[in-house]
C-alpha cells in the first residue's frame, strides 16, 4: 500500500466516523493486493485500481460500522463475492462474528486462504445457495444481521437474507441511490418474511461523488416456513 492509498483509507474512515487501528489498516492493505493479484486469473472485481479499491469497496463497505449496531453482532454477509462487505467490517471491528456465504467453491476457498493470511481463523466460509442454507437448522434465524452488497434486486434480496436473521435482529441491504421503486416494491414480501418497513439511508462514499445507501429492515417476527422459495419461484417475485 502506498503512503497516497493509505492516506486516502485512513482520511476516509476518519470522515466515515469509523475506528481504526495500523494492524487493521496493513491488513486491509494486504487484502488490496491480494484481491488484485487474484483477479488477474478470477473475476473477482471489474475495480481494478488500487485508489478505487479503497474507496468503491473497503470506504463503502466501511460505511455500515457507523450505524453502531454491528459490534459483538453474529453477522452473515449473503453473497459476499470477494469478501464485500463482511470482511471489511470484521477487519475493522474485530468483534464481529462474521460468517460468510457464497455459492462459488473458487471464490469460498480463496477467502479462505486469504483470511488464513491475514489471520482470521474465526471467520466462518460457507458454500451453498443461500435459499437452501437457510432452511438448515444450524443457520435458519440464527444471525443477528444479514447484509449484502447488490447482490440481487430488493424483493428477492429479502427473500434470500431475512430468513437468517433472528426476530429481533436486522438485515442491511447496501444499494445504488437509484432503488426507490424496487424497495417499494419489496414491502409486500419484506413483511411477509418477518420484516418491519424498510429504512432507508444514503450516503457519500469518502474520496468520491458517489451516492450509495443503505436499507435497513427490523425484523420482528420468525419467518414462516414456505420461505425461502426455490429459486424459481423468488425470480418470479414483481418489483
Known amino acids: 500500500m502506498t503512503e497516497e492509498q493509505r492516506d486516502l483509507l485512513c482520511r476516509g474512515l476518519t470522515r466515515l466516523g469509523v475506528p481504526y487501528t495500523p494492524e487493521a489498516v496493513e491488513r486491509l492493505g494486504l487484502y488490496c493486493r491480494r484481491l488484485l493479484e487474484k483477479n488477474q486469473v478470477m473475476n473477482l472485481t471489474a475495480i481494478t485500481d488500487p485508489a478505487d479499491v479503497m474507496t468503491l469497496h473497503f470506504l463503502d463497505s466501511a460505511a455500515l460500522l457507523p450505524t453502531r449496531a454491528l459490534g459483538g453482532r453474529k453477522l452473515i454477509d449473503v453473497g459476499t463475492g470477494a469478501g464485500f462487505p463482511g470482511l471489511v467490517l470484521r477487519i475493522l471491528d474485530p468483534t464481529i462474528r462474521l460468517t460468510l456465504l457464497d455459492s462459488l467453491g ?6 479462505t486462504e486469504l483470511c488464513r493470511e ?22 435458519r434465524e440464527q444471525y443477528d444481521v444479514a447484509v449484502s452488497r447488490a ?25 445504488s441511490n437509484k432503488t426507490d421503486e424496487e424497495i417499494a416494491g419489496a414491502e409486500k414480501i419484506i413483511q411477509a418474511l418477518g420484516g418491519e418497513k424498510p429504512f432507508v439511508m444514503d450516503y457519500l462514499v ?19 416456513g414456505s420461505y425461502p422459495r426455490k429459486w424459481t419461484k423468488i425470480k418470479e417475485t414483481k418489483v
Open 206 to 224: 469518502p474520496g468520491t461523488e458517489v451516492y450509495h445507501r443503505v436499507v435497513t429492515v427490523f425484523k420482528a417476527r420468525p419467518t414462516p
Open 151 to 175: 447482490l440481487a434486486a430488493m424483493p428477492m434480496l429479502a427473500e434470500l437474507c431475512l430468513p437468517y436473521v433472528k426476530p429481533g435482529g436486522l438485515f442491511l441491504a447496501m444499494k
Open 106 to 111: 473458487k471464490r469460498v476457498e480463496w477467502l
Open 118 to 139: 491475514l489471520d482470521l481463523p474465526d471467520v466462518v466460509l460457507l458454500k451453498g445457495r443461500a435459499e437452501e442454507l437457510s432452511r438448515r437448522k444450524t443457520h
